[in-house]
């Protein structure tokens, strides 16, 4: 369930400053020694790996970065000030290679792991260097360095976050459809999705998470039985389910049976999926024995799944509140991790 996120951008790391020529100057002193200071060094280019992120959205957006030139020298010895490095944050596992010669200059595979991608140029010597018993006044100094300017190309083996699962024919690939720029296959037959689709989904401002649309499970499939149990292994590895009915086929006497039938399923093949964060959603409520389905399983849905999200896929009515409502739970999911990596890390140390 591997799929590659890719984007361009241009780095400018920052030149260095140029040094300074100066000579002492005090009351009786007419020139004294050289006392011209250096310049500062430029700015890196650096890239970290944070793990709030998981696409290249962000790299998309925008497409250069500049870090800032280093300060010229002064007098009296005084270096110039080092330029702020430019910091571009990347997501877990993000690999980057320099366009022009193929080389990979960074493979980040760990939280917090940095890399200097482009560095920023030295800054020149100012005069004071210059200064010997054959030249006592120099009259020169060097200038910056110019800092590394190079193309990059940025790569990102994307695993899901979300899994969307559910009966052959719920609308799971109508779904990622509307919400990502994937174009599944969709047609009113089982198992339509013989392997899963993954699209990055755009929400609240510049952030994004990658979702994938599960080939239909049916009842047996921890045995292997329809597209089997090879799924459910990925679907293992996402952070948040969700969990997507055709609410116009829910049996009206227990509209909880096609839920249950796929929870069960899910338990048999691995306990630790009915632990995932799931979200409920009754989608085709365009129809109207939809709508009336969804109100009847909305009121027997277990507390703990509650609120149920009615949609309708084909005309994204819904579509836009469980978009954030996802978002959302894989926040506090991301927060959570976070926070155990931290305490785990503490008790480590
Ligand atoms: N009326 C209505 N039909 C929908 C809606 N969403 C999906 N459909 C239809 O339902 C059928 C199945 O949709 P898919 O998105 O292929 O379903 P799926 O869950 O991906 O199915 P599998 O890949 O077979 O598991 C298609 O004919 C869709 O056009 C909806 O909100 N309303
Ligand atoms: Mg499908």
Not at 25 to 44: L, Q, T
Not at 47 to 70: F, I, M
């Amino acid at each position: 369930m591997k799929f590659i996120d890719e984007t361009k951008i241009r780095v400018f790391a920052g030149n260095g400053g140029p040094g300074s020529v100066s000579f002492y100057r005090a009351k009786f002193v007419r020139r004294g020694p050289p006392d011209g200071g250096n310049g500062g060094h430029g700015g890196d280019v650096v890239v970290v790996a944070d793990p709030q992120l998981s696409t290249l959205l962000d790299l998309r957006y925008q497409k250069e970065w500049k870090a800032n030139p280093g300060k010229g020298g002064g007098d009296a010895d005084r270096d110039g000030r080092r330029g702020d490095d430019c910091l571009i944050k990347v997501p877990v596992g993000t690999m980057i290679r320099d366009s022009a010669s193929g080389e990979l200059l960074a493979d980040l595979k760990i939280a917090g792991e940095r890399a200097v991608i482009a560095a920023g140029g030295r800054g020149g010597k100012g005069n004071a260097h210059f200064g010997s018993s054959t030249n006592r006044s120099p009259q020169f100094c060097q200038p910056g360095e110019p800092g590394v300017e190079r193309d990059l190309e940025i790569e990102l083996r994307l695993l899901a976050d979300v899994g969307i699962i559910g009966l052959p024919n719920a609308g799971k690939s109508t779904l990622i459809s509307v919400i990502s720029s994937v174009r599944p296959k969709i047609a009113d037959y089982p198992f339509t999705t013989l392997v899963p689709n993954l699209g990055v989904v755009s929400y609240g401002e510049g952030r994004s998470f990658v979702a994938a649309d599960i080939p239909g499970l049916i009842e047996g499939a921890h045995q292997g039985h329809g597209l089997g149990d090879k799924f459910l292994r990925h679907v293992l590895r996402t952070r948040v389910l969700v969990h997507m009915l055709d609410a116009s086929q829910l049996a009206a006497k227990d509209p909880l049976a096609q839920w249950k039938a796929i929870n069960r399923e899910m338990e048999l093949f691995d306990p630790e999926l009915m632990d995932k964060p799931q979200i409920v959603v009754a989608n085709k409520a365009d129809l109207p024995e939809g709508r009336e389905l969804a109100k009847v399983l909305s009121k027997k849905l277990p507390k703990a799944y509650r609120p149920l999200y009615v949609i309708s896929a084909a005309t994204t009515e819904g579509v836009q509140a469980l978009v954030y409502a996802i978002g959302r739970k894989l926040d506090e999911v991301r927060r959570q991790q976070s926070e155990s990596d931290n305490v785990s890390d503490a008790a480590g140390a």
